[in-house]
């Protein structure tokens, strides 16, 4: 038998609390509108607004910091609705199940990104267990039916300005269409997603050729013609709002290649008769050529490298991406930039973005990197890392060389979208007790933490991806 609505409310997990001094400036920030300048949301959530079906498909199906850490205690994706049918799934089973694993997640953010959404959005302030899931589930499913969450709403509830999609390069940006047409709270954005037209190793790489072609007009056949390919790609996003690139990188190499021999490399790549080094190098080059690309249209770079995709070969088989499996690797950032910065790196107009999942780099490498090169831009703690602790690591080892100002605030980098207020509000937490311990050494005054609290918060993010015009 569940329990009463009344075990809804009572004592909750603490949301990393604040002592007076960072509390202060907390305070200012907290309220500030959200900009989302990278995520993975899926844009026919606002063009449709259509309620979402059941908390297990809002909470947890598409959250993979939930589901890989499950996984890791023996649960079967297949029990948590992955890759399963809408029609097939038993959502409140998913939910107890949950439910019944919750006090694992002590100590990790997700324990706090959970409360801070019941506890804003739902009023619950209770902590989830076996004995209250049926309680919870059906509180939040009745609210799923109300209007003001439906997907629109949310934008306003949760004070987004602006909301960034991460979008494949082929898309006809449909959705983003039919939002535009909405009158929406916030702006929906796409990005410029071309890894699987860039990238030989990608498995769609020969098939998204041709469609390029198709979706173009242009002779993709040709190494020149699939350029000018990519220019009309970028320039159709950007009538659409984008501002922004995003490249994942596994090994990071950058280079410049003669043009006979990137054409002789592309006609390797078209054919499927290109080796893995040589792959590696035409990837490199077109990096680079991107880059080149933003410098001439002003669309920002963004490269998140660090990461090995899909180390569990069962679950990429069964499931494919994004399951859980994607692992930080150690990345040399000198030397694979290298190729691309002494083209484009000294051009003070275009932004580049650096993520990464490597936290042994931020002092040795990223931040003297941001601090020097004018189009560099160091990215917020990413995946693994945008954590309370992550969070504090990051300020504690980048400021110091990079200053804030080279920085690009916060991004959520999320496919859940309830999280985000949360995910922000970590975030601003962490930055005011890093700015209340700045100015307790007598680092900063207090005019300078309340001008950088807001920077952090969102400032930094509209001028490192070029939102100005958006918002």
Known sequence: MSQPLTSLTGHTTPILTLPDAAQDIYDGVRDMPIISPHGHCDPS????????????ELLIIPDHYI??????????????????PPEKRDARAIFRIFASHWHKFRGTPSDAWFATTMARTFGITATLNSENADVFYDKIDAELKAARLRPQALLEEFNIEVLATTDSALSDLGH????????LSGKIIPTFRPDSILDPKHPDFKKDIVKLAEVTGQDTEKFAGYLEALRDRRAYFMAYGATATDHAVTN??????????????????RSGKITPKEAQVFYGHMLTEMAQMSAEDGLVMQIHAGSKRNTNKALYDKFGAHMGADMPV????????????NRVGNERDMNILLFTLDESAYARELAPMAGHWPALRLGPPWWFHDSANGIARYLDQVVETAGY???AGFNDDTRALMSIPARHDMWRRGVSLHLAAQRGRGILGRSDVDEIACLLCRDLAIDAYKLGKVV
């Open 67 to 84: 589901f890989r850490l499950l996984y890791s205690q023996g649960v079967p994706l297949e029990d948590l609705g992955i890759g399963v």
């Open 176 to 183: 983003h269409k039919a939002a535009r047409k909405q009158k």
């Open 330 to 341: 150690r990345v040399d950032w000198v030397d694979g930039m290298d190729a691309l910065l």
């Open 405 to 407: 100002w080279n920085l």
């Open 45 to 56: 959530w606002f063009a449709e607004n259509k309620p979402f079906n059941d908390p297990a």
């Open 252 to 269: 990071l190499m950058t280079c410049y290649l003669t043009e006979k021999r990137a054409s002789d490399l592309y006609a390797k790549a």
